[in-house]
């Protein structure tokens, strides 16, 4: 009788430790999933940060423990305010931001580390398929910003 109190003691240790390690172990993986979360403000939408979006859709950010949430900003100003004011850790914008802040004395001032594209990316789309560059000499195409001659 006195072995089978023991044992069923020993169970119920057993028992009792092996759900405390799953609740720790539970807890633990808990903490290990909790994201940073960054906001990111952009100037524009563009298909040269279409690897950003990418990262964002497929989950690699989180991967990495980054929660990235994408503001579109409208305006280089825009941006640069929303950083320098601390409602986003990171903005895509020109560097004149950046040069413009620097300029006003402003005591905490951005930093320009990344050039992503080098300069404004274009594209040229028709609806004809017999399109050629050629279509578009001594037209006036708007490209966003002031029109430009080709």
């Given at each position: 009788?006195?072995?089978?109190?023991?044992g069923?003691?020993?169970i119920?240790?057993?028992g009792?430790?092996?759900?405390?390690?799953?609740?720790?172990?539970k807890?633990?993986?808990?903490?290990?999933?909790?994201?940073?979360?960054?906001?990111?403000?952009?100037?524009?939408?563009?298909?040269?940060?279409?690897?950003l979006y990418?990262?964002?859709?497929?989950?690699?950010?989180k991967?990495?423990?980054?929660?990235?949430?994408?503001?579109l900003?409208?305006?280089?100003?825009k941006?640069?305010t929303?950083?320098?004011?601390?409602?986003?850790?990171?903005?895509f914008?020109?560097?004149?931001?950046?040069?413009?802040?620097y300029e006003?004395n402003?005591?905490?001032?951005l930093?320009?580390?990344?050039g992503?594209?080098?300069?404004?990316?274009?594209?040229?789309?028709?609806?004809?398929?017999d399109?050629?560059?050629?279509?578009?000499?001594?037209k006036?195409?708007?490209?966003?910003?002031?029109?430009?001659?080709?």
């Open positions: 009788m006195k072995k089978i109190i023991i069923i003691i020993a119920v240790i057993i009792i430790a092996i759900t405390i390690g799953c609740l720790v172990g807890k633990d993986k808990e903490e290990t999933t909790k994201l940073e979360k960054i906001k990111l403000a952009e100037v524009t939408h563009s298909p040269f940060y279409a690897p990418v990262a964002i859709e497929n989950g690699y950010f991967e990495q423990g980054l929660e990235v949430e994408l503001i900003t409208p305006g280089a100003d941006v640069a929303s950083v320098i004011s601390g409602d986003t850790q990171i903005g914008a020109g560097p004149e931001s950046a040069i413009y802040v006003g402003e005591e905490d001032y930093v320009t580390f990344a992503l594209t080098k300069r404004d990316g274009q594209f040229i789309v028709s609806r004809n398929k399109f050629k560059l050629e279509d578009l000499y001594d006036e195409v708007l490209v966003g910003r002031l029109g430009l001659r080709l």
